[in-house]
């Protein structure tokens, strides 16, 4: 039988689609559940101390390889540090990463964005003006200066990831206001003589928050595989803290010497956690989308 | 209309100019290229005669006046690097980018629009899945890691293709699709989201109704509306490319924009760095610009909204 | 008796939910017919059913509906077991249909001829130029003023009311048996509207066809229609011809809009002139769905629904009180 | 050139440079074949032009090929004569006569003179030229070949500038320069090298070919490309696929690769920069540095040996200076052992029995790896820091802005000799200088300006003892340059010059089966 799919609008415009999942996205957010539980265990589950090791043991395989043990069961890296702790304690630098860096991005861009979109004329002119000025700067040449500045920390790396991408919230949030504003619940409030700070509070807020929470975690991903990049340019998280990014920045060099482990392990991590992140947003398009509600 | 458009265009100078002022600034305060230039511990007298030649002895102000009053007359320095113009060395590069975007936006829509095609017509189908799935792969791992298992698997490991370098086609084949891989995924979901859109208006329906077959309802109704957008969005990605594509450019050697920027970074070589970022934020400007007044023309309620 | 030329027997469409736990009867044992060359009207409120019914006769209903029972007997062919392909083939070749936002329903990017052409090369297998031919001859029989220019103009160029009459020529192009108008005037202004079914009526009268037209105006189905549908909640609540039933109402919900007629030039969206709201098709209640808000319910209505109480050939109605009403006027 | 090591006074003979000429000049055979280059970073057109030779090593890479120098270091001889036959110093250090030798051409076929020579001079403008153009009083040229060039002082260094740390002695047409200019100089530049310019695409390649007229010997290789490939894993790729048949800077565990590879071959050649940790905060007596038994704990935790095999194969060498041991002036001290229980007991006496909170470490990103290893080290101690990488330009930039704290990883490879790097690092106010010592500071202005080279070396050594005893640097060792060369190639030239990390000279270059 053909198909006749109901209309729909997006709430995020363009840069990314609605997405419709057969119910809840039961192993993305699993795979997610999981990064967060070993991020918030590392300590008790990680065999060893994911900062210390020792040249004497360096580059040794996952157990199964010849040479390996169950000592370091997925190998050791170029330090002789443990694959595994590194990977459960990378969850930890990752998920604190990934997310305080939305979060940062995601307060900056959201109150810009109402502002802009609501109070409009000089307001509006400036946070548009340095959003244009932000795009135009290639996000790893801003990220760059922006570690050259501050100097690398897992906290600067945040605060870096979170300037960087801020505008692709304050433009989209800002989008919606403007629908918002010709709405008749922010009309009425507005006839009712509620203040503009209150209406940006009551109103607003509440009403863009899906598409901020849906951004979210779409930038989760970006955030997380710009952390890596960042690292291969040699201004990312400080080694030798665990990060995944840096793990396999630090491992790609093992990649044409056939130590695979390095890079393997932790891309896998990245990728089940960008993977994941992207199919929860997609599905959260689809139940935080008002207009989708009806079926 | 006139008006909108004089409107539009004075905002886009003003982004200019505040990117000049931003970049001026950021590249100054965050290293000096004397410093990169020499070896450390060098004596002060050649750090000091290598400031003087590079202009780094005059007041900030001096420097950026000289920096906007070249720039107007379409003049961007000399790099402190190479100590060419910084423009012959930007035409040096800018035919590797074009050639390499292109290519890359080439495999990127190959791959995201028919993904995104079938994500939205076998909605929760396998194809829906397995399309999905791997355009966003492009997006979740790090470019320079697909871009080494691409060399090791296809280089070392087949020899099918040269490792590095541009020459010819061969080499273009394993950057671009690094490079397009991790643009997929947006071509994809813009595909999927507008493609769903259109098959849900009114003259899809009509096209149905007609009894027309299913194929022709997608592949020339649906699509045509549908690409739209994507077509638009894949015009900006095209100048991000151009200007984004440091890791995939260092890790194939590839000589464009993107490295000259990354090296005019690391070297602090203050008028590469300068003058790529503008050149390529006026293009993004421009595009931008170019879009808002197309969607203007396109649709009135615009114009009056701003 | 000949065999009417479509012919609907106790068919039903339900949207289930993606989980399966909410069924939406949208369409609930309708049982109607219709003759080669008659209209018959349908109305409703919005969300009766009146559209889905219409998509359901085409078999073009979206992913979460499925029609769950009856018959749907087209030219003496049950619609409902041919294949896709076949249907397919039934639809624009011999039943067409008009939708309810004619000005949405050009494609923006293809030339009128184009899209008129359409279903005459589709289903007919026109060469290009034969199918452009035929397009022109369209436009000037839905009365499009120099169509060999508009033919290869684009939608845009179209005023609202030349485009309504493009999608009746789209319609007409293979010369249907059937053809399917929903709520083709609710985005016209008057004078436009009232020349549009003036133009449906011609094209019905030259073409021999058989015409569903779906509205919620009353009056638009005193001047056009033979037969009326009255639909409420999914079901045919009472079906005859259009004078019977404007003469004699037999169902309380008939009565109702009757005594809400708008005028013609009145072109109120909604009847809003009854009381209550129309109940939720997922949690319908136990008997009569009209019960609620009818005047005249008594116990039995609340507990138990009315069957379709056949009163003579040309009279049906979902009433407990409908034979009663019937056998005392008889009487009278 | 930073490999010099001891300056000669007094006449450069002929001897040497005639008999490395004799026994490696190969056959006459034509040139033939082709030996590409992958190279480590991006060529400037700069390092065409010998007048504007910066203060680093990496534009040597390029001389060596496309030009000759008067004197230079080659195979066997850190001073060779090369385009001069030879060199005397007047008795009171003067004057340096130079004698030509005769028929040298350059690539556009004019032969080389004086003229030349006092025109590359007077030209130059890169590293050095200041001191250099304070010295030099003018250059008489008595004929096509002979010339003197005169000082206004007594300045023994001068040849170490002259022939060794500057492009000055490199020599360019004057008559092609003045008619192209400098700009067209670069675009398409002329030297008396073994080898000639033929094109460069920047960040491609650089294409060179035979000259066929070269002096010393016609090259055995045709075609020189070098191609820019900034990714070492790439290189290596490019090396193990023969696109490349020499890879630069091949480094940890890459190189393990090149050994396991077969055809493949690592070259390593040893640098002449030291690195070292400096301890900035030693003079604050708040500080747990400030007490030396601590800063010495430090260096004997280091496990430099391991560090070198795991990182550099064993290659690099290990010190206990900071000066590199090429240097005039150099005083050798032997790497300091590896003893953590002698470096927690130092800790222990210093009242850090059970370790303590160091701070930050911080290192130039590049070198980030020495960092994680070194932290591992002190961490056995007891001596915990954090691991602060910044990006190079960022790093020396708050280097020398003294913004740096608690450790800081550093390294140089500036031209000079030990009283210039003692002026960058070690005396009141220099440019990486934290804190100094009244004692050091003293034998530093003693011997600035002590003219006798005996004495001014006795005192030199003294400040060497100094800055060891006080325990300013824990230094860790001059890092070893490894590069791979592909199967193809027969003598790849690397270590032929004592100091020299890159291939050269290449007019001695071979692939294999053609001799």
Redesign the interface.
């Known amino acids: ?10 709430t995020v415009a ?10 809840f996205p039961v192993i993305p957010v699993s795979i997610l559940l999981l990064i967060a539980f070993v991020a918030v265990f590392a300590d008790v589950l990680a065999p060893h101390d994911p ?6 043991r ?2 040794k395989p996952p157990f199964w390889l010849e040479g390996g043990s169950l000592v370091y069961p997925l190998g050791t890296d ?2 002789g540090r443990d694959v595994l702790s590194r990977l459960i304690f990378g969850a930890r630098v990752s998920m604190v990463v990934g997310i305080t860096a939305v979060l940062v991005a995601g307060s900056i861009g959201t109150l810009l964005g109402i502002m802009s979109g609501y109070l409009g004329g000089w307001a509006d ?1 400036v946070v ?3 959003t ?2 932000w ?7 801003f990220a ?2 922006l ?3 501050v ?3 897992e906290l600067n790396i945040i605060l870096i990831l979170g300037l960087v991408y801020w505008t692709r919230y304050a433009r989209v949030i800002r989008g919606e206001v ?1 629908s918002l504003k010709q709405r008749e619940f922010v009309r009425l409030a507005v006839v009712a003589g509620c203040s503009s700070r209150l209406i940006m509070w009551r109103h607003i807020l509440p009403n863009v928050i899906n598409s901020a929470i849906v951004l979210a975690t779409l930038m989760l ?2 955030v997380i ?1 710009t952390e ?2 960042l690292s ?4 990312g998280v ?3 803290k665990p990060a995944w ?1 840096l793990m ?2 630090d491992g ?8 695979w482990w390095l ?1 393997v392990f932790p ?1 896998i991590c ?2 089940l956690m ?2 994941s992140a ?2 929860l947003g997609d599905w959260l398009r689809v139940k935080l989308d008002p207009q989708l509600r009806q ?1 | 209309m006139k008006q909108y458009i004089a409107r539009r265009v004075g905002y886009s100078l003003l982004s200019l100019f505040l990117l000049s002022v931003t970049i001026f600034l950021f590249v100054r305060v965050t290293g000096d290229p004397v410093s990169l230039l020499v070896e450390p511990g060098a004596s002060p007298e050649d750090i000091e005669n290598i400031r003087r030649q590079l202009g780094l002895d005059q007041p900030l102000w001096e420097q950026y006046w000289h920096f906007m009053a070249s720039l107007f007359a379409g003049d961007l320095g000399q790099s402190f690097y190479y100590r060419v113009p910084v423009l012959d060395l930007y035409f040096q590069r800018l035919p590797h980018s074009l050639l390499l975007a292109a290519v890359a936006m080439a495999l990127s829509l190959l791959i995201g629009i028919p993904s995104g095609i079938l994500a939205a017509v076998r909605v929760d189908g396998f194809w829906d899945s397995a399309g999905k799935i791997f355009a966003l792969l492009g997006l979740s791992l790090p470019q320079f890691w697909v871009g080494l298992v691409l060399i090791l698997f296809f280089s070392v490991y087949l020899g099918w293709l040269p490792s590095s370098g541009s020459g010819g086609v061969l080499h273009l084949l394993m950057p671009a699709f690094t490079l397009g891989w991790y643009f997929a995924a947006a071509h994809m979901r813009l595909t999927r989201s507008s493609m769903l859109e259109v098959l849900g208006s009114e003259y899809i329906k009509l096209a149905r109704l007609k009894g027309l077959p299913e194929a022709l309802v997608i592949g020339k109704h649906a699509l045509k509306n549908a690409l739209i957008p994507v077509i638009t969005l894949a015009g900006i990605n095209l100048v991000v490319m151009i200007n984004v594509a440091v890791v995939v450019e260092t890790v194939f050697a590839w000589p464009g924009i993107g490295r000259l920027l990354y090296e005019g970074i690391t070297f602090r070589d203050f008028p590469v760095v300068q003058g790529v970022v503008i050149i390529g934020g006026a293009m993004i400007v421009m595009v931008n610009l170019l879009v808002d007044i197309l969607y203007a023309l396109i649709d009135p309620r615009i114009r009056l909204e701003s | 008796m000949p065999s009417p030329l479509l012919s609907l027997e106790n068919l039903s469409t339900h949207y289930v939910s993606q989980q399966g736990t909410r069924v939406v009867r949208a369409v609930d044992e309708v049982t109607l017919s219709l003759n080669a060359g008659e209209t018959l009207g349908i109305v409703g409120e919005s969300g009766s059913g009146k559209s889905t019914l219409a998509l359901t006769i085409l078999r073009l209903l979206p992913a979460a509906a499925r029609i769950t029972s009856g018959r749907m007997m087209f030219e003496g062919e049950n619609l409902l077991e041919k294949s896709d392909e076949e249907m397919r083939q039934v639809r624009g070749k011999r039943i067409a249909m008009i939708l309810q936002d004619p000005m949405a329903s050009l494609n923006p990017l293809f030339t009128i001829g184009d899209q008129v052409g359409e279903p005459i090369r589709v289903h007919e297998g026109a060469s290009r130029a034969s199918a452009w031919k035929r397009a022109i001859g369209l436009l000037r029989s839905v009365r499009i003023a120099s169509p060999e220019t508009r033919v290869s103009q684009f939608p845009h160029e179209m005023s609202g009311g030349m485009r309504q009459r493009i999608v009746g020529a789209v319609g007409i192009s293979c010369e249907p048996r059937l053809l399917i108008a929903d709520e083709p005037t609710t985005s016209l202004d008057l004078t436009i509207q009232a020349q549009y079914l003036k133009l449906l009526r011609d094209l019905q009268r030259e073409h021999g066809l058989a015409l569903i037209f779906i509205t919620h105006n009353l009056g638009i189905v005193a001047k056009m229609c033979d037969q009326l549908a009255v639909m409420y909640a999914g079901r045919v609540v009472e079906h005859g011809p259009v004078s019977r039933i404007f003469n004699r109402p037999m169902h309380p919900y008939t009565r109702a809009l009757l005594g809400s007629i708008p005028r013609m030039a009145d072109n109120r969206d909604h009847l809003t002139a009854i009381e209550g709201q129309p109940p939720d098709l997922a949690s319908m209640p136990p008997g009569c769905a009209f019960a609620p808000r009818c005047p005249e319910a008594f116990d039995r209505c609340r507990a138990e629904a009315p069957p379709e109480f056949t009163i003579d050939h040309e009279t049906r109605a979902r009433c407990w009180r409908a034979p009663v009403d019937a056998s005392a006027k008889a009487a009278s | 050139m930073v490999s010099l090591s001891t300056t000669r006074r007094g006449v450069l003979g002929l001897s040497t440079a005639a008999m490395i000429g004799a026994t490696l000049r190969a056959t006459d055979a034509a040139p033939e074949g082709e030996l590409r280059v992958g190279v480590h970073v991006s060529l400037a057109p700069t390092w065409f032009d010998p007048a504007e030779t910066p203060g680093i090593i990496t534009p040597f890479m390029l001389l060596y090929a496309m030009h000759d120098a008067v004197i230079k270091a080659m195979p066997g001889d850190p001073m060779a004569p090369c385009l001069a036959e030879s060199c005397t110093m007047s008795p009171e250090g003067l004057s340096y006569a130079l004698s030509l030798r005769k028929g040298v051409k350059f690539h556009n076929g004019e032969e080389l003179t004086a003229e030349d020579v006092k025109f590359s001079l007077e030209r130059y403008r890169g590293a050095a030229s200041k001191s250099l153009r304070d010295r030099v009083a003018n250059v008489d040229i008595h004929d096509p070949h002979r010339l003197t060039i005169r000082l206004k002082e007594p300045w023994p260094d001068f040849l170490t500038f002259y022939a060794g740390a500057s492009g000055a002695g490199w020599i360019v047409p004057k008559k092609y320069v003045e008619q192209v200019g400098d700009e067209g100089f670069k675009k398409a530049p002329i030297g008396a090298g073994p080898y000639r310019f033929v094109s460069f695409t920047p960040g491609v390649e650089l294409v060179c070919e035979a000259f066929d007229g070269y002096w010393r010997k016609k090259p055995a290789i045709k075609r020189l490309v070098f191609k820019v490939i900034p990714d070492e894993s790439t290189r290596l790729a490019a090396l193990q696929r023969n696109e490349i048949d020499i890879a630069y800077s091949i480094r940890g565990e890459l190189a393990d690769e090149l050994l396991r590879t077969p055809g493949l071959a690592i070259k390593p050649a040893l640098g002449s920069a030291p690195y070292w940790l400096y301890f900035p905060e030693q003079w604050d007596p708040q500080s747990p540095w400030h007490d030396r038994r601590v800063r010495q704990a430090a260096s004997f935790a280091l496990d430099r040996k391991t560090m070198n095999e795991a990182l550099t194969l064993g290659h690099s060498r290990l010190t206990g200076s900071i000066f590199p041991e090429n240097f005039e002036f150099y005083w050798a001290l032997p790497p300091p052992a590896y003893d953590p229980a002698r470096a927690r007991k130092l800790l222990a006496e210093a009242g850090h029995a059970r370790g303590f909170d160091a701070g930050d470490y911080y290192c130039d990103t590049s070198y980030a790896n020495i960092g994680e290893v070194a932290l591992n080290n002190l961490r056995e101690v007891g001596i915990r820091v954090k691991l602060r990488p910044l990006e190079r330009a960022a790093f020396f930039k708050a280097y020398s802005e003294k913004k740096l704290k608690n450790i800081v990883q550093g390294a140089s490879g500036a031209f000079g000799n030990c009283a210039t790097r003692a002026e960058a690092f070690v005396a009141k106010g220099g440019t990486y200088v934290y804190g100094s010592y009244p004692d050091i500071d003293e034998l530093f202005a003693e011997q600035a300006v002590e003219m006798d080279r005996a004495k001014r070396a006795a005192t030199l050594q003294r400040l060497q003892q100094l800055v060891h005893d006080k325990a300013i640097y824990a230094p860790i060792w001059q890092l070893a340059f490894i590069s791979g060369v592909g199967p193809r190639v027969d003598q790849s030239g690397f270590g032929l010059i004592k100091g020299f990390v890159y291939t050269a000279p290449y007019e001695d270059l071979t692939l294999k089966g053609k001799a």
């Open positions: 039988m053909a198909v006749i799919t109901p209309v729909t609008t997006d363009s840069t990314a689609p609605f997405w419709r999942l057969k119910g900062q210390i090791g020792s040249l004497a360096r580059f170029h330090v002119q548009m003006r340095i244009d000025t795009l135009a700067l290639p996000a790893l040449t760059i200066f570690a050259a500045i100097g690398p920390s403007l991903g970006v595989v890596a990049s291969f340019l040699g201004v400080p080694p030798p990014g396999m920045a790609k060099k093992g990649l044409m010497v056939g130590y890079t891309g990245i990728m960008v993977l992207n199919l079926l």
